[in-house]
Each structure stands twice: as C-alpha cells, then as structure tokens.
C-alpha cells in the first residue's frame, strides 16, 4: 500500500533487461555512445522535431535548472504556477543554475496556470522596460502538474499565446498526461522550446531527458549540464532504459495503468465519503478524508502523506487533505486494499 | 516642479560645506578615516546600539544587497512585501548576492507586510522543514514603504512578533519616517538586524549608511560589499555627508520640510477632486486624477509619473494613478505651482 | 583495445545483480531506504568514522562541486592541484557552486601538490588578512592523481601539516589509490574532511558516494546537493551497487586487477622503447611514443588519447604523449593486444 | 608624507567647483541628467569612439566586475596577470559577477603580461574545445600596472594580437599611463573593448567612468551594473567631476605632477642606496631599502607600505620591499620630506 509517491515503485522489468543487454563490454562516455544516437533518433520521430536535441540526465531538478537557466538571463523572470516543483521542491535551484533569475509564482487555477493572470503579469513587467525592473524570460510548465491535474495541447496553446514568451515544460510526469490526454507527442510539445522528460517516476531507475527543441540552447544548456554534474560518463545506461520506456509505447502503458489506478482510487474514495480536491486527470488524487479515516489507514499501515499545514489536534470528523499518487506498479488490489484500510 | 522623485533633488547647503571641509589633505582610505570613526560613534548614540557597525556607502541597492546576503543562506527565503525595492526595482539584486536565495513577495495591505499573512508563509514554509524547501531566513521592511506608508514602532514590533526572524529595514525614506513617526531611532529599530540607511533622497550625494545592529553579520557583509565593489577608498567624503545631516537634527528638519509638503499637495489634490489612493504619512502621494487633468499638468512642465499599466487612449474624465515625491527642497511655491497646473 | 578511459568499461555482473535483486518493490524515496542506511553503516566501519554522513550520488563532478561548495565561503579559496579535474574538466563547476570561491591551480610536481609551495601560498595569502584579499578556505586533492600518481597516507599527513586548511579528498580513482598504497580506508582519509568516493570508473553503472567525515557540512552539503539536483529519488539503486562493490572487498579486487594492466602496459610500453612520463602508481600511464607508432595503433583500431597540445605535422619519429588508462575489465589479452598495434 | 596610496589624496579644488556647479535645483536622475549626456559626448570624442557608452560610477571594483561579467558567460575564463587588481584584491568580484568565470592569473614579465605567455595558454585552452573545460572568453589588462609599469599601444596591440579576443583594460590609474606614454586615447584603447577609467585616484572623489567601446555588451553591462547597485540615482555628481577633470587636460596635468614626483623619489631613493625593483613609468615606486631605512621613516612619521610578507625579525641591513605612491597632490617638498626619513 505505497500511495507516498511515484517514485517509491520500482523499476520495470524490461528496462532491467535494456540495463543488462547495454552492459556489453566498452563504450564512448558522455552521450557519443550508440544508445544515445539512437536515443535522438527516436525521440526527434516522436516529437517530429528533426532539429531536436537530446541529453539522458538522472535528475529531474538538474535537468529543469539546467534548462531553464539556458532560457533567461541572470536578471529576467521566469513565470510558473506557484505550486510548481521549480518554486516549492528544489531548494532554489532555477536562480541558483541562473545565477539570479526570479521565478515569479502566479496562483493560476488549483495548479495550472491561468492564461489571462499570465498575460496580465507578462505585460505589466514586460511594459516596465527599465533596467531596475527584471524582464519576462520564460514560462514554465508542469504535465501532469503537482496536483495532478492536465493541460490539454489546447491549453498550452492558450498560454503560448498569453505569455508570448519560451515555454518550458517539465515532464516528471509526461507520461500520465500523455495517456490522459491522447494527444501525440507533437501536439503536446509543439509550443515547448524544452522539455524535461521524466521517466524515473513511471517505471525508470534514475533517467530523464532533456529534450531541447530550440537548438539555440545548446550551448548554454551544455555549459549548465557540465558544470552542474550533469554530464554522465556512462550516459548508455540512462539511454538505454529510455529505449526500452518507449518501445512498443511501454512508457504510455504504464503512465495508463497508473492513472487508471488513480481513476479506481478517486471513484472508490467518492464512494466513501472523501472529498475530492481536484480533478484527477491521472495517477494522482487529493482528497478531503476524515482524520478517523486518517487515523485507521495510517494504523493499519496505508502509505501516503497528508498535504498542507496539519492542525494538530482536532475532532475525529475533521477533514484533512491527502494526496495519493499511484505508480506504474499499483494493482487493483493495492487500491482496493488502501480503500479498505479507510474504511470500518 | 519635480515631482518625479525625491532622488532629483539636489545636495544640501550644509552638506557641501561639509564636503569642503573635509577635502583638507590625505586621508586614511576604506573608511579607517577620522570621519568614518567619527560616524560609527554617532549613529551608536543615536540609535543607542554601542556595538553595531557602521559603513558609508554610495548605494542603497548596494547596501540592501550586500545585507540582505548575509542575512540568508542562497538556499532560504526573505520574506518582503509585494512593492518593495529590492522585489520591483533592483533587477533581481538580492538572488545575485545571495547566490540564488529567493524574495518571497507578500500582498499584504497596499505597500505595509500583514503581520498575520507574513506569519502565515512564515509558518507555513517553516513547517515544511525538508531539503527539498527554502527555508525562511530574513524579513525585509522598506519604512517609509514604497507608497508612503508608515510603520510606526508598534507595527515593526508586529512583524517581528508574527515573523519571528531577522528583520531588515531598507531606509531609502528613513528619515521621512522618523519624521512622520517622532518615534526615537531607538524604537524605530529596536527589532531590526540591519538598516540601510539612505541620505541620498534627503538632502546627501550619494550617501548611505548600513547599520548592523546584529555584529555577526560582520564577515558576511564586509565580503559581500567588497566583492560587490561598495567598499569605497575615499570614504570619508560619504561619512563626513552624513555627519553634517545627523548634525543638529537637519536629516530630521530637511525630512519635516518634504513631509509638509506631501501633506499639502494631498490636502490640494484632494480639494481639486483628485482621490488619494494610499495614506500619505510623509513625502509622497498617490492620487487618482483624471486623464484631462494629467494632461494639463504634463503640457505646463510638471514632472511626476504615471503609475502602474496605463490605458493608451481612454477618454478625459478617465481616472489615472500618479505618483508625486517631494523633497527637502520642495517649497510652497512648487506645490502651488504644482497644484496650477492640475486646474482649470 | 579500449583504454581512452576507465569509464568506457561496463558495470561488474555483482553490481548488476544487486540492482536486480534491489529491484523489489517499493523502497522509500531520497535515501531513507535500507540500501541507503545500510552504506552508511558499512562506510562508517570500513572508514572507522562512526560520525560520518554518506550520501549516494550518480556524478562525481556534482559531488566534489555540492562538498567544496560547504567548504569555502564565495569569497575563499580552494588550493588544489593545476592538474586536477575540477580545474581543469568541470567547466567552472566549484565557483558555480560555491557562488564566487577562487580555485588557486599549483603547479606541484607532475601532478601532486609539493606540501612546501602549498604553504607558502597559504600562508602568503592568510598573511594578507584584509578584506580586499580572498581568505584560504580549503585544500582539494585527488588519488590517484590526474596522472595516475598516487598520495601515500604520509604524503597526505604531510599535505596536511603544511596547509592547516580542511582537506577534500577527489577519489574517482580511490579504490586504485587503495589498491596500490596497502593503506587503511582510515590511514588514507584521517586528515580528510570530506571524500568524493568513485564508484563508476571502477566497475558500477553511475555511483558515487559523498562522505562527510567532518558532519558540520551537513547543511550546507545537502542545500548544494539538492538544489544542485543530485538528491536522488531512487537513491537505493546506487546505494545498493556501492554495497555490492564493498562487499568481499570487490571494489579492491576490480582496482587490483585494473593497476596490475597498468603495470603490464608500463611494462610493455618500456620494453618497446616508450618513455613513461609519470610514475605508474595505479591504472593510467602517460608515455611518449614515437608518431610512427600512434599512428599504426591508431590504425589497428587501438583507443587512447594523445595528451596536451599536438603539432599538426611532423616527423614519424617525433615523440608525442598519450595517456592508456586500463580498468576493472582490461585483461592481460588486451593489454598485448594494444601493445602489438604498436609495435611492427 | 602620505605615500601609502593615491587614493589617501583629496579632491582637486576645480571638481570640488564642479560639484557645487552641478547642484543647481533637480536634475534628471539615473544618468539622464545633461552632465552625464555631455560626458558621453566628451569621452567619445576624446577616445574617437562614436558609438561608445559611458557610465558614471563610483567604483572601480564595480566597474571592473560588471564589465568584465559582460564580456564572459559564467564558465569562460579571462586571462589577467597574477598581480591585477581583479586577481589579488577584489575578493573575488568577477566569479561572482559572473556567476563563476575563472580568471587566469599569469605570471608575466614583473606585473605586465607577456604576449607569447599569454599566446600559448589562450591556444592551449582554446584547443580543448570540450565542454568539460572552461573556453577563453577576454583578457583583461592593467594600465598603469600594479607595480607601476607601463602597457604602451604598441605592447597593447602585441597583446591583443596573441590572444585574439576582446580586452578590457583596467585603467584605475589610466591618467597616469596617458601622461606617461604621451600616446593619445584612442591609440591607447584602439584594441580595448572596454575600459574602467578611474578618475579616484587622480584628483576626484568616487568618480569613474565605464566605457563601453563595444556596443553590444549594453545590455549585459546595464543589467549587472543595476543589479551590482551601481545605477546611481544622482549620476551628475559624478558626470560634473569628470568633465570638470577632462577640462583643459586637467587630469594629464594631474598625472604628470604625479608622475614626475613618482621620477624625483625614484632618484632620491636610488640615490641612497635603495634599489628599485621595477621600472618606474608613473607615480609608483617599488624599492629594496634596509630594515633600518624602513624604521627610521616610520619613526619620523612617513606614511607608506612594506610590500609583501615581511620577516618578522632580522638584521638591520636586510632590504625590504616597499611601495611608496605619489599622487596629483604631491609636492617636491613632500618627496624630499620623505627621502630626509629615510636617510640619517
């Protein structure tokens, strides 16, 4: 019963059998290896980006400062929702790689970014024009977001066209949205200048990769990657595993099966009593239980975290927001079992 | 009839004088003058604080930066109100000394912190107490605020109450907040860790003193402002500045004189219709008045600013946001003048 | 024939075989696995610092960057050799870090700092005592050296005595520098503060560990380390190589093997007329070799790197310096092997 | 007998003149006042440089480092040689302007750089062309040096020659090396990019000057200025002081009296018996007299600095080098005062 995060399951088998068949005598560090070549081919098929440039990474958090730091100068803005993992999780990542830049949290709608509240924040700085003030640089994205809702290509369309501005998107959880939303690669990226590709949290041991659709970041995000540890000598392991992930579309299997976890977990908490917070467009569900529930699921030995401030003490009929984030491993019988242990 | 800002204004009398006489052959360079010794012993007195340090320096952002990276780590928060110098106008300063540590920007209540809502994200953020967070590290006070606001000294008390961290005072306006205040220096900083202390927008050069009541922060600041490059060799031209604007209280009576003539421009403003949009506890005001009276004012040679995104066309009666600053200098006369040129 | 470097080699079967076997379920995320703590047990014992803090790592440029990062304030500086990797191939990672600190390079004696020059330079710049001057903070050296020499426990001690300074030690070669020097993990690393212990060039996939001997680094360390984007999620998968590699002191037996191929090439490449350019202490030789010779070798499919500057043209007995690095993997076979292409 | 630096020397009586002219009423603030546009106007006359930008500043330091940050991306390195002022006494400015550019010190002939040095290390690092290590991105230059001596154009052009790529000169003391050489601006910066030009030490108060001779670093330059804290408010103190400075050649007759006194203690000195450890161009004076000289003058009051680590005790013929500085204020009455100290 381990709903704490996606990045508590394991790894899949077949992408333990990529490590292994990779594992076959000598090869050229640092990415010139033959797994990651083939690692750019496919991806620039998948994202019908020919131009595109491809890094496998381990770390989400370096791959997105890495990269965002290659789309601002020290002095400019960077606009995300004020829940996005660059703000809360990265302990001040983006202006440390920045060397300064300011990530400006906007409260949007629930975890996505409000297009008009963009555009207002976007105009208003940009209008300023004054060296004393710091000028819009970028947007950043998150699909799913941190709550696990999903933006649509329309969607992202809409804060292309408020912000006017690059468009990262970090894609810890790329996959889920790309099951969620039956789009093609393509659609979903085609106003996205970089993409962090997260494969770690739907079935990976420790890759991501950074995929870069503007070519005029390379240099910079090159120079990031390098001197920010992220430049792997045996880059053919990470490569290699990002192959399999997407071979026979494996990676939009697992990210289905997740999320039709999360479908079975939000219906079956509906079902007794819980509250849900936020549209659960995949593998991720906040919900308002009651601190009994709480209480009996922890007792019984329910893993996953309450979310926000905790009041201390309370009555046994207070609601108390959780988050659950089924993975890639989570079973209906793993449900059914956290379901049972909120229940009498 | 400049009304852009009180930095257009020129340099007192006195202060001249005091330059003159201090240009009386060599000096001992960084501030190991007699006028710099002789600055430290004075602010000590004033603020009754026997071992904070003291620095002449020639910038304010210079000396909110260098401060305010000694007071967090690059990986902590500081915590400011939304309008707030070092968040608007220093082109992301305090991310760049710090090493990457993040303004926070709270809404607050027109230009003062909420001491609840600050307590609120200070707790909030504090609780998270996990590597992934930024940790809070600093409070940042403008006082006067941005938009004229006062906090008197039960205020600031409120603050640190509700923060329960270091606060720091950037004293762009200090003098015309003691003015308005006729609190001590004392009270007006007893809570304080750091103060900028600027004289350049009464009455000085280019004229600042940091304040370190906390004299841990020694090492820290010293580095910050030699790196940065603020530690000036011909410093006693700063020191012997402020000494002759501390003297006999002039700091006080040159920001009395700006105060008066805020309050009469904001009593004139009012009675020629135009509405006020925040207190105007000293040098300046904020007033709504319409398009056509903008209009007037700008083609008979007054010089204040619009003040936030302005409409491009709109029709005469339109109501439009000004700021006018007063100074030291500002007689009668030019808010009379002033004041014409917005009637009839 | 590939000896360009250790880090082209493979993972060791017992290394893949404990992350298959580490692939069970779901582990707790960021280090809080049993992997993790079991390293932290077994390092401890093995260094015999029951204080120390172990932090699995995947980049040994991120390691020693997030450590010397808690070391130096940004305005101190590094002593390290001119040889050494994090001067001259990690693209300015440890000012990037460190948000400003000075790596002072010394040219030492081929590629180990001389314990004389160190002092003086540390004692001429701790003299100066000025605020304009950057303070020594702390000394970095690597073992094996760049040039595959070695740091006994006395030349350590030694290093020590002169520099008074807290010492990092770079160990992506370590297990060669144990290998070869019959040292104690304790004898080697008692004037240590913090060792960036290599795992990849020695047989794992991406694994590293960082070890803080001094735990008052904790702090800073895991800031550096997380918002530099090494704080892994799935750590228990390095964690769980780093145990395999220890256990039955497999990770000496891979070094063992790797320096006696060292040896064997050393040997060799004298015996064909190659002059070494440095003590062959572990698994790399620096020799000259005559033009004539790289390129018959080159042709033959042999892999290797001519070292520093190369002339363009010349003649084909011309001597030119290369570096042969050999690994866990390199066998006697494949030693001579590259030896016949260089020879007719 | 203050000879310890020029910057102990006061504010020549015409800038003092110039100030109280220039605080007439309000003016523009920010650099937008007409001594600041008429500055512009002068300076790129003087240099014959049309499209120059020219920024008044306080700071040295600052304009050094903020010039410098916009000539590199954080991981360049910018060559200098070991004795420059940005190397040894700024506390690390440019790593962390930069955000953690390297600078090279290099040992040179005495305190200049030697073309063909300089030559081999920039082609040396150019060569790796890897990005692992840290490409060459400027140099930067001190004229007059640290030690006093003298860069002519034609030993500019020989540095400019060997290192192909954009310089930036450090003229702290360029009035100094313009009196010296008798070269004219333009021959003397025709190979500069941009330039510090330091009025400070020749007669002002905190008054330099930025010039921008390439354009395009504009907007890098700006913004690092603005976020250094060195967009001062009240720009036209420092504008008044330098045109006052530039007029009638004033600052090349600073120079020259400085100069000359620098020539008439070199003679006296040499005269005594005291030895001359570099040549003397300008106003510096570096020389070996015995511990016995040294402590006579202290007794009797001259003012001057030991250079570099002193033996604590020995005998009192031992020669120990010193820096004696003359400055614009210097008298012949002076230098004979302070050859009388120490002679008996």
């Known amino acids: 019963m381990f709903f704490g995060s996606d990045n508590t399951s394991g790894v899949h088998p077949k992408l333990m059998e990529a490590l292994t068949k990779a594992n076959d005598g000598y090869a050229s560090p640092y990415g010139t290896d033959r797994w990651t070549a083939e690692l750019t081919e496919r991806l620039r098929d998948l994202f019908q980006a020919p131009d ?3 890094y496998p990474m381990t770390s989400g958090t370096g791959t997105n400062a890495a990269i965002l730091a290659a789309m601002t100068p020290p002095w400019g803005i960077i606009y995300c929702h004020k829940t996005a993992h660059i703000e809360v999780d990265e302990r001040n990542s983006v202006p440390f790689y920045s060397g300064g830049a300011k990530l400006k949290p906007l409260p949007g709608t629930a ?5 008009e509240e963009l555009h207002g924040e976007v105009i208003s700085d940009g209008a300023k024009d004054d060296i004393h003030a710091s000028p819009p640089a970028a947007v950043s994205l998150t699909n799913l977001t941190e709550f696990g809702e999903l933006y649509r290509p329309a969607d992202i369309a809409a804060i292309a066209d408020a912000a006017q501005l690059p468009l990262h998107l970090d894609g810890a959880r790329f996959a889920n949205a790309m099951a969620a939303s039956h789009a093609s690669p ?3 990226t085609r106003e996205i200048s970089a993409l962090s590709l997260g494969a770690t949290k739907t079935g990976a041991m420790a890759a991501e990769a950074a995929i ?3 070519p005029s970041l390379k240099n910079a995000f090159e120079s990031n990657r390098m001197r920010g540890g992220h430049n792997l000598s045996k880059a053919r392991y990470v490569s290699a595993q990002i192959l399999a992930w997407l071979q026979d579309d494996l990676w939009l299997e697992l990210a289905t099966q997740a999320n039709a976890m999360g479908a079975r977990l939000a219906a079956g908490i509906t079902e007794i009593g819980g509250e849900l917070a936020y549209e659960v467009a995949g593998n991720m569900v906040f919900a308002r239980l009651t601190r009994a529930q709480h209480a009996k699921a ?3 030995g329910a893993v996953y975290n309450l979310w926000g401030a905790q009041p201390v003490i309370g009555d046994p009929d207070q609601p108390m ?3 659950f984030v089924a993975s890639w491993s ?3 019988a793993d449900v059914d079992a956290l379901l049972a242990t909120l229940t009498d």
């Open 186 to 188: 393509w659609e979903m």
């Open 52 to 54: 595109a440039l491809v």
């Open 212 to 214: 870069l659709f503007d």
């Open 298 to 300: 922890k007792a019984r």
């Open 330 to 332: 989570t079973t209906e």
């Open 321 to 323: 927001l959780a988050r």
């Open 111 to 115: 975890s996505r970014l409000a297009p």
